[in-house]
């Protein structure tokens, strides 16, 4: 029985699978998002995101612990600079998985592990959706020059009544 172990040993020993993920975090934090299969995006979520959290702390305690996890100085620095600088005001949940069609040679459920800031899809969507927020709540431009003419005419009109009174 399995009762409360969490970890997912993905057929691997301890050795084995903490080099593979320590692999894998580093080429999702080269390539900004990986392919892979849906047991193993799911268990480089949970090894990544605490590294990426840490990173956020710019110390020589934090470097030196991510270092240990991650063996590559390029991409401690690469974490550090670039994705720290991205991630600094989100509070959590940094990578995105989506689920892709079964592989064709075993029928593995595959998916696509992203960095969420890294993802310029959803950006622009984003910025788009905000941009047209702001001109609906807003006079458009076309009702700007109407509603001149009619206050125009509002003040021109009592003028004139004014006249024929007297």
Known sequence: MRHGKKVNHLGRTDSHRKAML??????????KRIV????KA??????????????????????RIVFSYLQ????????????????ANRP??????IKLNNRLGDNAEM???????YNEVYGKESEAKEEK?????????????????TEEAATEAPATEEAKGE
């Open 133 to 149: 927020k702001t001109t609906r709540r807003g006079r458009s431009k076309t009702a700007a020059p109407k509603a001149e003419a």
């Open 92 to 97: 959590g949940g940094y990578t995105r998985i």
């Open 111 to 117: 998916a696509l592990i992203e960095l969420v800031d």
């Open 36 to 39: 892979t299969t849906l047991a």
């Open 72 to 87: 590559d100085k390029e991409v401690v620095t690469i974490l550090f600079r670039e994705i720290a600088e991205k991630v």
């Open 22 to 31: 320590a692999n894998m975090a580093t080429s999702l934090i080269k390539a």
């Open 42 to 63: 799911k268990a480089l979520r949970s090894y990544v995101e605490p590294i990426i959290t840490k990173s956020k702390s710019d110390t020589t305690h934090s470097r």
